[in-house]
């Protein structure tokens, strides 16, 4: 859902400090989701637009465990943490991120994290553009979601995203409810450390 300027619900919350493309301030992950299902054409845009990430040597060493049949979101609710099944539970879609530690041209591939993390925004912004929200958590057994998905060893384990259509804060439970909202972000100049540290 394209926007030429920052939504009236997101300004609330938040302000860009420099002339930015509205896009990346009207993002968010929110909690509430509805159980309307995904087009698998819109869907598979998400994962088109994080293929194009930039990556080191190309490699790419990012995957994603897709489950949105019933059968294949079970086998997620069975290793996300409690606090997360209360919103969790009703997203259509939900993915589990991994990164290939090693690569046959380098052997230990030392930026697999760093690059899955830009496929990762990559997914979330094509997401927001249609219209789709996001929302990825750490709250969650790796272990045991290794062990489910039959993930091997020489893949490092990220973050599960819900993915689906932003439902009503009224949906949540009441603890919820008051931190349904976009979150701001720290000024730029308590980021930036020009020359040194």
Same mark, same amino acid.
């Given at each position: 859902?394209?926007?030429?300027?920052?939504?009236?619900?997101?300004?609330?919350?938040?302000? /860009?400090?420099?002339?930015?493309? &509205?896009?990346?301030? !009207?993002? +968010?992950?929110?909690?509430?989701?509805?159980?309307?299902? %995904?087009?698998?054409?819109?869907?598979?845009?998400?994962?088109?637009?994080?293929? +194009?990430?930039?990556?080191? $040597? !190309?490699?790419?060493? +990012?995957?994603?465990?897709?489950?949105?049949?019933?059968?294949?979101?079970?086998?997620?609710?069975?290793? #996300?943490?409690?606090?997360?099944?209360? +919103? /969790?539970?009703?997203?259509? %879609?939900?993915? $589990?991120?991994?990164?290939?530690?090693?690569?046959?041209? %380098?052997?230990?591939?030392? &930026?697999?994290?760093?690059?899955? =993390?830009? /496929?990762?925004?990559?997914?979330?912004?094509?997401?927001?553009?249609?219209?789709?929200?996001?929302?990825?958590?750490?709250?969650?057994?790796?272990?045991? /979601?290794?062990?489910?998905? !039959?993930? &091997?060893?020489?893949?490092?384990?990220?973050? %599960?995203?819900?993915?689906?259509?932003? =439902?009503?804060?009224?949906?949540?439970?009441?603890?919820?409810?008051?931190?349904?909202?976009?979150?701001?972000?720290?000024?730029?100049?308590?980021? #930036?450390?020009?020359?040194?540290?």
């Amino acid at each position: 859902m394209s926007s030429t300027k920052v939504l009236p619900e997101i300004e609330k919350y938040r302000k /860009a400090g420099y002339d930015i493309d &509205p896009l990346f301030v !009207n993002r +968010w992950s929110p909690r509430s989701f509805t159980d309307k299902e %995904v087009p698998e054409d819109v869907l598979f845009s998400v994962f088109e637009a994080a293929r +194009w990430a930039p990556s080191s $040597l !190309n490699i790419q060493p +990012w995957r994603f465990i897709l489950a949105r049949t019933n059968e294949d979101l079970e086998k997620f609710h069975s290793f #996300i943490l409690p606090g997360n099944r209360t +919103w /969790a539970d009703k997203a259509p %879609v939900l993915t $589990l991120i991994i990164s290939k530690k090693t690569d046959e041209k %380098v052997g230990e591939n030392a &930026p697999h994290a760093f690059d899955t =993390g830009a /496929a990762w925004g990559f997914l979330a912004l094509q997401a927001s553009l249609k219209g789709l929200s996001t929302h990825p958590m750490g709250g969650f057994d790796k272990e045991k /979601a290794r062990e489910v998905l !039959n993930i &091997p060893e020489d893949y490092a384990i990220h973050a %599960v995203v819900a993915i689906g259509y932003q =439902g009503e804060k009224s949906d949540l439970p009441e603890n919820l409810q008051e931190r349904e909202r976009p979150s701001p972000r720290r000024p730029l100049q308590e980021t #930036i450390h020009e020359g040194s540290f």
